[in-house]
């Protein structure tokens, strides 16, 4: 079983190590992990219809696949749950496989290990096949040849599971983020990484069995002034592969967050701590002009009315990405579209800030599922503008939309070009390449011209989104 370290002891095996040797796993079947099943189909996806039924299965040679019958007027095909095809492994071994390699492993040595945790595992070269199969969607194939001469997998991510009322699992990828901040737009950013090495060894655990929960905030912010972007982007795609082996609803953060710090080029961290204490708000409040609290009252989950604002908020983000010069704290959120987590977001954005040293106008917080990718920035969300001025949006199709001065939530839908298929994950290299560099870099003038550390401007310009 993988280890679970309580009181933030670190784990240099990313959870992901064999659990027992080759020979063992043969003679012993209680120490081989069981694989996991594929996700039951949601709709068929020919017709997109939901009416369909099962059609008995189909025994491949190290999985049985379920087979399901539409039965809708005009379709009547047969289909799996799975998009992927002409596959003898199930999706749970294809995506532990690459996980494991992309932590500096041999093809050989992931073999062994996969053998050794499941008790079956591919030939090495077909172990390369499915790597230069989904390189375009996992992009740190990028990055790994120069990953791996910095640190062996062991200690390529940092893993420690803390005991904050409930267990977290920290997840750290030093390896990428040193790599992520020698790009010139990102070296700003370095104080991340100092506030990330030292969550192991430094973090107040105390707090998070005292203070209050930032997710249990019912207070909301004046939406005057703030837009939000509906987008799709690599994140989707992720997500969407991901889910495709995940029967258990529960098990979704967790094996998403496992995939992602492995995989992608962007993720440093996962289930990252973080916290505020009340005198951090007041000062934000006195010398920044944000707006954050009603006269330093609050209303929390439960509560019938406002109350004194806390002596220590805390909270755990998702996942901390590094790209196009700014850090992005995402939330991942089932059914996206319905959800609305801007005070939470906002929340851990000015944790970050008082923690890492960074700007508030250095973050961009979204939250996301399969189809849909949400994001604002949380500096239009604490400092309005004075005057009367108004910021446009402008799109490509020339289309321009005003966003509101008053306290009403607008979300800007996406253009019809960027709408697309969920299931599309076989993408070209270059199409990779061109989505990945545009997950932010369109909303980089947002918000622009900051005076100084943690002050930001009156005047924010009109918005382009390329």
Same mark, same amino acid.
């Given at each position: ?14 959870? +992901? ?174 104080? +991340? ?115 004194? +604002? ?157």
């Amino acid at each position: 079983m993988d280890e679970w370290f309580k009181g933030g002891r670190p784990s240099a095996d990313f959870d +992901l190590m064999p659990v027992a040797p080759s020979s063992e796993a043969s003679q012993n079947e209680d120490v081989v992990e069981k694989i996991r099943e594929s996700r039951a189909a949601d709709l068929c996806p020919y017709c997109l219809s939901t009416n369909f039924v099962k059609r008995g299965t189909r025994k491949n040679k190290n999985q049985i696949v379920q087979l399901y019958l539409c039965r809708n007027f005009g379709c009547g095909r047969t289909f799996t749950a799975q998009d992927i095809k002409g596959k003898h492994f199930p999706l749970h071994i294809i995506i532990e496989s690459m996980s494991y390699y992309n932590l500096g492993l041999t093809l050989e040595d992931t073999c062994k290990i996969i053998k050794s945790k499941f008790g079956v595992a591919p030939e090495p070269a077909t172990l390369s096949d499915w790597i230069n199969e989904y390189k375009s969607l996992c992009r740190y194939e990028r990055l790994r040849p120069y990953a791996i001469k910095m640190f062996g997998p062991k200690d390529t991510v940092e893993v420690v599971t803390m005991a904050h009322r409930q267990l977290y699992r920290f997840r750290y990828h030093r390896p990428k983020t040193i790599l992520m901040l020698e790009e010139f737009k990102n070296r700003v950013l370095t104080p +991340l990484k100092t506030y990330l090495d030292n969550v192991s060894s430094e973090t107040p655990h105390q707090f998070f069995q005292d203070g209050e929960r930032m997710s249990e905030i019912r207070s909301k912010f004046d939406k005057a002034d703030m837009i939000v972007r509906s987008k799709f982007n690599y994140a989707n795609r992720l997500t969407a592969f991901v889910l495709q082996s995940i029967p258990d609803n529960k098990q979704r953060h967790e094996e998403l967050q496992r995939f992602m710090i492995a995989n992608d080029s962007c993720t440093v961290a996962t289930e990252v701590p973080v916290y505020i204490r009340r005198e951090d708000i007041e000062h934000m409040e006195n010398e920044l002009n944000f707006q954050i609290t009603t006269d330093g009252m609050i209303e929390m989950k439960g509560d019938q009315q406002p109350r004194k +604002l806390p002596r220590l908020l805390t909270g755990h983000i998702d996942i901390v990405q590094i790209r196009n010069g700014q850090v992005h704290l995402l939330d991942y959120k089932p059914n996206a579209s319905k959800e609305k987590p801007i005070e939470q977001l906002t929340w851990y954005a000015l944790a970050m800030s008082r923690l890492t040293g960074l700007r508030i106008y250095n973050f961009v917080c979204g939250w996301f599922d399969e189809k849909d990718y949400y994001q604002f920035y949380p500096l239009h969300v604490v400092k309005k503008l004075s005057g009367k001025k108004k910021r446009r949006v402008y799109y490509r199709s020339g289309e321009v939309v005003v966003v509101p001065r008053e306290n009403e939530l607008t979300i800007i839908p996406r253009p019809d070009a960027e709408v697309l298929q969920v299931a599309d994950v076989e993408l070209s290299s270059e199409a990779g390449r061109e989505d990945e560099g545009d997950i932010a870099q369109s909303d980089g003038n947002v918000g622009s011209g900051t005076l100084g550390a943690g002050t930001p401007s009156t005047e924010m310009p009109d918005t382009v989104l390329k």
